[in-house]
């Protein structure tokens, strides 16, 4: 009798996790035909990694994609987070101070040129130009005007007022400055603190390549993180 019992809850468990897997799959299919604009083969198209990673079948290949980047993936477990494709847990995340310096830009084409900065406390991708900067740390340089090359030589001001956890997403914009409403953004850069600083780049010069904009250039910065945990 209870051998029978087992059996029965032991077969429910099996059904439950069939029919999960078949709507997870299906759901799979769906987002990788949005992704990819074809049609999917089932097989192999497929959720994985706590739902961090998603690997889509097109004709026999597997395309991998990185999905929910920085966002948890342990139910009630805050500190699991996906970070490239797979679910991590940071026992303790590392915070610290950040300060930017903003050296110079290098232009393709004459812009009455500025940046900004905005600070993210999360690794969360955005894409530029940033629309709602509501939850940026924010800071400016002073515009400098018809150059091809902008100097500014200006430390972040306010940055050292915040704690910032190490992977906190830093964006850098630069924008052609044309009076309140017609600035144009011309490129910039989003990388996270823990990318800027790795390759012993903490407290140097880095040049950056900036994307997005018409004509985008190259950005001088120094990127100093001062940790605290
Ligand atoms: C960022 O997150 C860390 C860890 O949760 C927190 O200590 C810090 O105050 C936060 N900083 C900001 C600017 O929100």
């Known amino acids: 009798m209870k051998f029978y019992n087992i059996l029965t809850v032991a077969t429910i468990v099996i059904l439950v996790a069939f029919?999960?897997?078949?709507?997870?799959d299906s759901q799979a299919q769906e987002q990788c035909r949005q992704l990819h604009h074809v049609d999917i083969d089932p097989s192999g198209t497929k959720f994985l990694n706590n739902n961090c990673r998603l690997n889509c079948n097109i004709h026999?290949?597997?395309?991998?994609?990185?999905?929910?980047?920085g966002r948890t993936c342990m139910i009630g477990q805050t500190n699991y987070v996906c970070q490239n494709g797979e679910c991590v847990g940071h026992n303790r995340q590392h915070v610290g101070h950040i300060d930017i310096e903003l050296i110079s830009a290098s232009l393709y084409e004459k812009a009455n040129a500025y940046a900004t900065v905005c600070i993210m406390n999360n690794s969360l991708p955005i894409s530029l130009p940033i629309q709602d900067r509501r939850n940026c740390v924010s800071c400016s340089t002073h515009v400098k005007e018809n150059t091809n090359y902008p100097v500014w030589n200006e430390v972040c001001v306010g940055?050292?007022?915040?704690?910032?956890?190490?992977d906190s997403r830093v964006t850098t914009e630069v924008w052609d400055h044309h009076g309140s409403n017609n600035n144009v953004f011309l490129g910039g850069v989003t990388l996270t603190?823990?990318?800027l600083v790795n390759h012993g780049d903490n407290h140097r010069q880095i040049n950056l390549a900036m994307a997005g904009g018409h004509n985008p250039g190259q950005l001088s910065t120094r990127i100093t993180w001062t940790q605290r945990t």
């Open 19 to 24: 029919f999960d897997n078949v709507h997870a």
């Open 60 to 69: 026999g290949q597997i395309y991998g994609h990185n999905i929910n980047e």
């Open 193 to 195: 603190i823990d990318q």
């Open 159 to 166: 940055s050292s007022n915040y704690l910032f956890v190490s």
